[in-house]
């Protein structure tokens, strides 16, 4: 009951601040989410045994989450910056494993919150395709592991998971997409609407495979209590984190060869 009433909460609020927000409060939402997902974790971090990657971790990332400009170069130089921190390491083997956090957590999280923002920039209804993807999914999965599941996805990692379900999830994304793109933007060729969907959809679910690696890594079961039901803003948006870059690559590239838009 508090899955489902966390999700009745979330769901009208989220579509809210991507779709009708003033640009300040969408940024206000997507910066104390990008926080709560980083200090989360860091909490991860902390558990497998290396140092938090502090106050400079939340400083990068939202210089990478708000820059203009992205790009490989900027997280380039956030990698720079975490390796030359390791400088200041009191035990100088664990250089490799605590600037490797620092990168991964900064480019993982505020990387992807980034191309939100510029996704959002784009068409606030493209935002809310790349993430209503996984919402729907997730149900369409679950139901359907719970009816039909007999293979196990990844059974070392998420024991509940079914190839049944993630196909399901897929095949349910596909067609929201396409739904939503009919209504909602128009112009956009409806297969390259499914495209995005089915390899959105694949990615997010894959990020909620290796967001449980990190966990079971940790030793934790969620990797945070703030979301009754869910857990905590992680265990929440890990399909997101990896749906909504390649959602934004892949309709930017769509774009650059001129299939649609400009």
């Not at 558990?47 to 400009?69: D, E, H, Q, R, Y």
């Not at 495979?209 to 945070?224: P, W």
């Amino acid at each position: 009951m508090k899955r489902v009433i966390t999700a009745l909460v979330l769901i009208p609020t989220i579509t809210y601040v991507i779709a009708f927000a003033p640009l300040a409060v969408f940024l206000s939402v997507l910066a104390a989410v990008a926080f709560l997902c980083f200090l989360e974790y860091s909490g991860i971090v902390a558990a497998n045994g290396v140092a938090k990657p502090g106050i400079a971790g939340f400083v990068l990332g939202f210089i990478v989450l708000l820059s203009p400009w992205g790009g490989t170069g900027l997280i380039a130089g956030v990698a720079l910056v975490a390796l030359a921190m390791t400088l200041r390491a009191p035990d100088l083997r664990t250089a490799l494993a605590r600037s490797g956090a620092l990168a991964l957590g900064v480019a993982y999280i505020f990387g992807a919150w980034h191309c939100a923002y510029q996704l959002r920039l784009i068409s606030p209804w493209w935002l809310l395709f790349a993430i209503a993807l996984n919402w729907v999914g997730d149900t369409a999965a679950m139901y359907a592991g719970r009816t039909m599941g007999r293979h196990k996805l990844a059974p070392r990692i998420s024991p509940g998971k079914t190839w049944e379900g993630a196909v399901a999830s897929v095949l349910a994304s596909v067609v929201f997409g396409v739904i939503l793109v009919c209504y909602a933007i128009p112009g956009a060729p409806l297969w390259i609407a499914a495209l995005i969907a089915m390899l959105a959809n694949i990615a997010g679910q894959i990020g909620d495979l290796c967001e449980s690696v990190l966990k079971r890594g940790a030793g934790m079961k969620d990797s945070g209590t703030l979301l009754p039901g869910h857990g905590g803003w992680l265990d929440r948006v890990d399909s997101t984190l990896f749906a909504v870059p390649v959602a934004y690559g892949l309709l930017e590239l769509a774009r650059f060869t001129g299939y649609f838009g400009k």
